[in-house]
């Protein structure tokens, strides 16, 4: 099959694509782009790196039109957007592939290509047509995708494969990628690699963002790297190396080095055998020391949450054995039980699930033990500032903000009001799920000093990260999961994040091959 | 400590300018600058208005629902509903009228405040255990309170001879009525126990967020229950001092008054999805209903536009509440 021009040949209106002049941006207690300019040459694929919360989703959102600048300019081959006219936004020619995808699942693969702009004839959808194009599409991006498949029993990758044939589809001139291979297994991440160079030599300028940094300096142009909502740097990709990037990305953060001990020697605090979650998780066993940080690694999917929620008493479904101190406990059934076992838990979704936001941050601090600040059942509201106040300086809380309510803070501050809500309990054991989720780079350090210094106190952690080197870097152990099942384990110094990919993808390819559905 | 993040996120608070602390502001405290404008509108109007007499009649008059206003506030500070409030009333009212036709009137209202205890109990454990939606909740039992009511009654009107009956809803000390004191008295009591104790804490925690609440440790489902069962109480209190006010009953006291119990709390700018509010708000909503209602006889209004006006501001409350809901929304 030759390359046929699937993608009208445009003549290029101008040598950049994009073009973003001066934007700010702040939301309730954050400001999340200050002053960013940024240049998207046509043709290009330009890369856009920076730590969770440095601003990238925030200026790709503003230029899918998912959000209105508070001041600058965005020009489109030179055209300024009128964010006013939403239809305008959207006719500008550019397309998003977010990590969340827009796929509809219960619509055919085929009419989520056409979403919203059906061929028709005299009034009528003109079937014929779309799949003459569909089949044409396919072709050309080196897919095998039957048409009338429901969209939601594909596979992630071809879900995202769907949401790029869209735009394809649609002549978008501009396409947006936002880390598109974070679930994608080796194969598909090759895949997708050689439809971005197709994409590109048909004229199409593609912003691709991704936490993987040889990934990017190989497929990329331009690399442009983001830091606390300002572009910090732009380089041809020759211009960079990985060590530059790195450097460009924390600024003069100073990054707390991993700590990789051996098999701790110290007595089991928590054991586990048989945890089971009927259809999610089946029978995970582990024992975990004092002073033991304990990594569970995988996919989206594998049960990681599952598996500290059983243990934290919040899945009545669940079923297991558990000792502590080696001595049998009843399975923890209600939170309370498992508060009761010095067992705690920070969820992943803090705002959801963590916090109090229309509260103030003190009430969030001692909201899991009002009983320890009240005296004859009234609050003590000098104790409890005295308390909120000591436990802001464990957590690198800034104690001026402890009136502010919690909707107000940023992300890592409010992980640290997370966190601080138990500390106040004094957990035996803390699973902390995704703390680092969307917060920046500083609280992110902090929030690592915490749990260290909680673990040589001898509290036991279970760490589950999505950021594999986050959990290599500051795990004691690392258990890894897949598709519900414990897969396999490695001890502090054997950890790596390739290790773990590899065990990870040999479990999920064999999967795939013998058609077990995601 | 080094924070790095807290330099670059939070804006110095005592720098701020007024200008862009005005609208807050407005938001906290604008509900008492209407009452304190209404106050000034109608008692230049009517300076009969600020008379002893007065105001000591409007607290006798409006203590029933204000003392339920007092519960509901905290039902709706867990986000909660209750719509049987007003058969609940009637119902209250009817067994301390048919007790006190026999017996002391302690008894009576006694009687009275139990009946709506299990009421409030009946309800609570419908929406915090079986968890069925507050709002279809209270709308059945409140037709099966209001049919129990009518069974008892077989809709006659119980009329309570012994005198001593009127003392909750018409006694008074150095002129002040009893009731309007219970009044006071359970605002300041239920106001000092949601600000200040571990209590009124978990109420507002629930409320902002069941499920944070919930894993924290909080038993949500009891602190959910026992709003319900707490303004039962309240309604058994009400039904007493209407009934004792009446020295009768019947099973169809008035059904309106869930609407004036429902605008005190809601005018106040306590809000209706949970975790906002305070009882010094409904205190300020009784105020201005209460003025409104009072100064619409006083200026000689005609009373069809007081629907009017009260509606108005109901909506206006409710849209107020909405613009900051979506704020906290958008935020998430």
Redesign the interface.
Known sequence: MTDQPILKRREAKSTVAVRVRNVSKSYPGVRALRGVDFELATGEVHGLVGANGAGKSTLIRMLAGAAIPDTGEIEIEGAPIAFDDPRMRRGAGIAAIYQELTIIPEMSALSNVFLGVVPSRFGMTDRRAMRRRFDELSRWMGLSIVPDTRAGTLSVANQQMLEIMRAVQADQKVLIMDEPTAPLGPFERTRLYELIARLKQNGVSIIFISHDLDEVLRLCDRVSVMRDGQRIDTRRAAGWDKASLVQAMLGDVEVLPGRRRAPAAAAEILGVQGLTVPGVVSDIAFSLAAGEVLGIAGLVGAGRTETLRAIAGDDPASSGRMTLDGRPVAWPRSVREAIGHGIMLAPEDRKRLGLVLSRPALVNLVLADLGAVSRFGVVDRGKRRAAATALSERLGFNPGRLDADALELSGGNQQKLVLGKWLHRGPRILLLDEPTRGIDLGAKQEIFRTIRRLSDDGMAVILVSSDLEEVVEHADRVLVMARGRQIGEFAGPEASVERILNLIFAVEDRAVAVGVPA | ??????V???PP?SGQAWRERMPGLIRVYGIVLTLVLLLAVVAIGNPAFLSERNVLNMLSQWAPAGIMAVGMTFVILTGGFDLSVASGYSLCAVVAAYVGQDWPPLAAFGAAIAVGLACGLANGLLVAVVRINPFITTVGSGFIIAGVALVMTENAVFMVENPDFGILGTGRWHGIPYSGMLLILFLVVFGWLLA???????I??VG??Y?????????VRAVVASTYVLLGGCVGLAGSITASQLNSAQADLDPGIIFDVLTVVVVGGTSLSG??GAMWRTAVGLGIIATISNGFVLLDISPYYQSIIKGSIIVAALALDTGRTR??RS??
């Open positions: 400590m080094s924070n790095i993040e807290s670059a996120t939070s608070a200040r104790t571990p209590y009124g804490e978990t507002y925690a902002g967020n499920e944070a609440s919930r894993l924290s440790g909080i038993r975790g906002v704020l906290v935020a998430r």
